[in-house]
């Protein structure tokens, strides 16, 4: 690991005045940078991510909006990949928190004005970003490594986020107020959005080239996880044997990253492995709809309109 260029010239303080900038959810600024509203602690991760990734033909790449199933999917994509290297009894999801075994470019890999030192992650590597596809490096977009990319509907999404940040923010800052945050969400203004664009960015790119963005939903996941099971691991190359399916693999995987299942291990009790978010909130509800406690119909009206408005014509639905 060795020390990265931005902070030798100080560019990124240079930079942020430019940036169109709002008061984060939590603490601190969140800046416009290329589109997307990047929390201000992560623009210079982002900036070397994109400067000095180097993709491997054979990475996996995991993307997601921040409370879309981030955890679920890291567990399963690594689990699917290195199933034939441990017995199910042996799986480090046992003792680690997903974050630990897949780690995200902006709030681990490149964090602290650090270029890693990649070459130590054991082929195939996988690892996870929230950057939206246009932002991602080009190493990444033009070498024939693959994307997953996991999305849920945007109401469980905002409702995810409220709570996570609600725990997560100082309490001098007083609660987190739903309405605020709503509306913020609602104008695009929250943490790697616009949500839209981001989903839309990575639904336009598994149209066009399927063989490199593999996309997937949340609600599908819930409604059936051994088939969306399948499909990732055909994607990434690697399906399920007949023999494999005869014996369980898959539903021992399902098993094994379940929301009870995670929930209860002391790795995911305690500790933090993404800074400033403590394990234990990563796993809340894990369900489908709970945004109907929450909501009033008016907002539910108010980003439906939304909804339909950005999706017409894509053919994603919610
Ligand atoms: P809720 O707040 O609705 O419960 P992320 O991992 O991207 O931060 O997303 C967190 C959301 O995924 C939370 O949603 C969390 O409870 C849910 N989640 C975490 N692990 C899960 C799992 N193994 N299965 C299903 N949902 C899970």
Known sequence: ??????????????????????????????????????????????????????????????????????????????????????????????????????????????????????????????????????????????SSCQIVYLCRNPFDTFISLWHFISQARPERFGPLSLEDSFDRFCNGVAGFGPFFDHVLGFWTKSLERPEKVLFLKFEDMKEDINSQLKRLAEFLGCPFSAEEERDGVIEGISKLCSFSNLKDKEANKTGMSIPGFENNTLFRRGEVGDWVNFLTPDMVDRLNKIMEQQLAGSGLQF
């Open 1 to 142: 690991t060795k020390s990265n260029d931005l902070a030798e010239t100080d560019e990124v303080a240079e930079l942020l005045p430019s940036l169109p900038k709002e008061t984060s959810w939590r603490s601190g600024y969140m800046y416009r940078y290329q589109g997307f509203w990047c929390p201000e602690k992560q623009i210079s991760a982002v900036i070397a991510f994109q400067r000095h990734f180097v993709a491997h033909k054979t990475d996996t790449i995991l993307v997601t909006l921040p409370k879309t199933g981030t955890t679920w999917l890291k567990a399963l994509a690594f689990s699917i990949m290195n199933r034939a290297k441990y017995a199910a009894s042996q799986n480090p999801l046992n003792s680690f928190n997903p974050h630990g075994l897949v780690p995200f470019f902006e709030y681990k890999l490149y964090a602290n004005n650090q270029i890693p030192d990649l070459s130590v992650f054991p082929s195939p590597r996988i690892f996870a970003t929230h950057v939206p596809y246009p932002s991602l490096p080009d190493s990444i977009k033009n």
